[in-house]
């Protein structure tokens, strides 16, 4: 404790008491029986019970000048017994080690933490009522992990950013377990032990908002690169070969090298998502449609409109399927990755987060899977249609396993 502009002559009896022994006699009980005494004497039994060792430095006026311009005085104007206290009190301030707020977490105690304990103590004695260290320790260990909680994510955030120029959302994903482990255990490092629980969940569910956004950030990246090699390859294409296109037989070359263009953009495209690659394609090709057919037609020599709309149904429907079992490989593999990152989170029992966040990924996948799976069977001819029933029910029944 530090009293300053102190005046009084700390004597009794005759006795000349240092600072430490009148801060002792201030917290003598009173002997009087009236109400207001009983309140202080309540307020002196909690500083003695949350303070169990105490020391006292007394400070006199610093100078005899106008206090006003305090500031701006040198050591040579304040007064001797001033300079001769503060230095005292800034050596034994100096000597002593961190002071802890739980001896369990040994968690030392930074300016803001013993702020927020001195406002709730300083609150109790200025309302006259008992100092109650549960609630101190609570609101101190609010406004540390609070603080503690904006910091990891905001650092999370800033180590993230670094995956927006990703090919992949699987490099993403990788990189979000390491830097959602960091994120994690800085928060244990720097948090006090009051609900710790509840603010690592609470930054598990930011950080992993934050890469769903980053995940839509990418996938919107490869569609725009993917569509524009797209309309580039097609139209180097059809710049080469429209001559022959609209030929006899020139539909089966539109056929061919289309099919040769397809592999060639996935070749390019290899170190994108999958399933990001195959709709970018799904989406140029959709929208060629109509000239697609116009080569159909100047080809065959087809003139019936009917017979129009059935050959762009049926190309259609074969190019939607071509697709969603692209899209199916996509996620299969995913699913093989993750089972092999859940083996290796299950044999280390300390980190149940990362093991939690891979079974919440498959279970997405799983469903996603499932989704696929009934568009495809709608989609497939009745020849092929057990096969693919049989292919399916095998493989999602080894995955439940």
Known sequence: MCIRDFQLKPVKEGKVLTPDEYLEDCLKRSTKQTKPQARFNEIKESIKRYFPKRKCFTLSFPTKEDLHNIESLGEGSL????????????????????????????????????????TMYVDAVRKET???????????????????????????????????SLKSKKKLMEMFMVCH???????????????IKHYQEKATEEMKAYVDELNVVIGEACQKVGAEKLSMMYGDMMKRNRSIYILKHG???????????ENEFYSLMSEYDGDETCMCFYKFKSSKQDE??????AATEEKDKAEYHIVGAVTKTEMNLQKLRQTRDAQKADIARYMQKLETAGENTENAIEYETIIQAIEGKYKTLEAINEKILTQTDGEDIESEMLETEDYMLNLQI
């Open 79 to 118: 007064r001797a017994q001033f300079v001769k206290e503060v230095k005292a009190m800034r050596e034994f301030i100096y000597e002593k080690k961190p002071k802890f707020i739980c001896n369990v977490s040994k968690k030392a105690l930074h300016g803001t933490d013993l702020v927020a304990l001195l």
């Open 130 to 164: 008992p100092i109650q260290y549960k609630a101190a320790y609570t609101y101190a260990s609010t406004q540390r992990n609070e603080h503690v909680l904006k910091k990891a994510i905001q650092e999370f955030k800033k180590e993230m950013d670094k995956g927006r």
């Open 181 to 195: 482990s960091e994120a994690q255990a800085r928060i244990l490092d720097r948090s006090f032990v009051y609900e």
């Open 251 to 261: 539909y089966e070359e539109y056929e061919k090298d289309m099919k040769a263009l």
């Open 292 to 297: 697609h057919m116009k080569l159909y037609r």
